[in-house]
């Protein structure tokens, strides 16, 4: 079930607790948790409902301008069910605390098998620790341009970064991966240890302000949260690529810290 980075954090601070999907059928049931960039979601409720059923409270809820927003964009799909799926912030993603576990050497030795049976069941073979290492060696780069070298389709390449991911291994940033130090940890019990340059300290740039943003914020050395707040917005909005709804949702990631933009 796909989120848009502004609904999922309004969904995180409690402004919103509704989406409408067209379906065919429930995608998601009851107590599914959806695991996103702001953690993790609950499905609360998932019920067909008619679009004529739709009222103003709905539109709220959901994050809709108005309930004649909602409806159009429900109906520039007519093929499908109209569903009204309740949502609630469930908590941190787990495997944020477990990347940061460095495993003990029986933990290591249950992790390869683990990627063993990964590689065993793929048609193409042995993948895992290509992958790993071509991320190790290759962080903040974008996947179509890892997926490229490697000759595979980006679409195949990112399904088998979220399997890494889900083991702790991997950290998806605003673009790109890294290793994270569960995988770090991992790579070097096969490879040997590896010099690598310090992880930057600080908390990351969000996702949600696109690929632009971040671009141009890391040409002028920004790359974490802590470094945007010492620039004003006025500065910020002076460079090429970062437009007012990515200085709109820095503003939402600094508030979360207790940051703000440096005064004007």
Not at 27 to 45: D, M, N, P, Q, Y
Not at 56 to 61: N, T, V
Request: positive net charge; hydrophobic residues 40%; aromatic residues 4%.
């Amino acid at each position: 079930m796909m989120i848009r980075p502004v609904e999922l954090e309004a969904i995180r601070d409690g402004q919103i607790d509704l989406a409408f999907r067209r379906w065919d059928r429930a995608r998601v049931k009851v107590g599914t948790r959806l695991r996103t960039a702001v953690g993790l979601l609950e499905v609360t409720s998932v019920e067909q409902v008619p679009l004529s059923a739709l009222r103003a409270e709905d539109a709220r809820r959901c994050g809709a301008g108005s309930l004649a927003a909602l409806k159009t964009n429900l109906s520039a799909r007519p093929d499908g069910k109209v569903f009204r799926v309740g949502l609630k912030y469930a908590g941190a993603d787990p495997r944020d605390s477990l990347r940061e576990t460095i495993p003990t050497a029986e933990e290591t030795v249950e992790i390869l098998a683990g990627l063993d049976r990964l590689d065993a069941a793929s048609s193409i073979g042995a993948w895992t620790r290509t992958t790993l290492r071509i991320i190790d060696a290759n962080p903040e780069v974008r996947a179509p341009e890892l997926a490229a070298q490697l000759g595979r389709p980006t679409a195949e390449f990112k399904t088998d970064v979220r399997k890494l991911k889900g083991r702790g291994l991997t950290e998806s940033l605003a673009i790109g991966y890294r290793l994270s130090p569960r995988g770090e940890a991992v790579l070097d019990h096969e490879d040997g240890p590896r010099d690598r340059p310090p992880r930057r300290t600080g908390t990351p740039l969000p996702r949600s302000i696109g690929a632009p943003a971040t671009r141009a914020l890391r040409e002028a050395d920004v790359h974490t949260l802590e470094a945007v707040s010492a620039w004003t917005r006025r500065d910020l909005a002076a460079l090429h690529g970062v437009g007012p709804i990515a200085l709109d949702r820095l503003a939402t990631a600094l508030a979360a810290l207790g940051l703000d933009y440096a005064p004007e």
